[in-house]
């Protein structure tokens, strides 16, 4: 077993089930960090972090394929929008 133990199998679910995986992932995400000494507040840093590389690559894509404010194609998440939804530490 690799050094992220059963994370990889559960990672792998997503093929199958992905709301199940995603619930299954970030338990043991968070459990991992717990177990390694994280506050609560730099869980919550980590989970902006990776929301910040969502909206990112939400923008990347959008810039991409040319879509516009205005497009029915648009992609909803505005970094904006959500960066202040975030939970703050």
């Given at each position: 077993m690799?050094?992220?133990?059963?994370?990889?199998?559960?990672?792998?679910?997503?093929?199958?089930?992905?709301?199940?995986?995603?619930?299954?992932?970030?338990?043991?995400?968070?459990?991992?960090?717990?177990?390694?000494?994280?506050?609560?507040?730099?869980?919550?840093?980590?989970?902006?972090?990776?929301?910040?590389?969502?909206?990112?690559?939400?923008?990347?894509?959008?810039?991409?394929?040319?879509?516009?404010?205005?497009?029915?194609?648009?992609?909803?998440?505005?970094?904006?929008?959500?960066?202040?939804?975030?939970?703050?530490?």
């Amino acid at each position: 077993m690799n050094a992220f133990g059963k994370f990889d199998e559960y990672v792998n679910l997503a093929t199958k089930d992905a709301e199940k995986a995603a619930e299954i992932v970030a338990k043991s995400f968070y459990k991992i960090l717990k177990k390694n000494g994280f506050t609560d507040a730099q869980i919550v840093n980590v989970a902006n972090t990776i929301l910040d590389c969502l909206i990112q690559t939400l923008e990347n894509y959008r810039e991409k394929k040319g879509i516009d404010e205005t497009s029915h194609e648009n992609i909803q998440l505005e970094s904006s929008n959500i960066s202040n939804k975030h939970i703050k530490t």
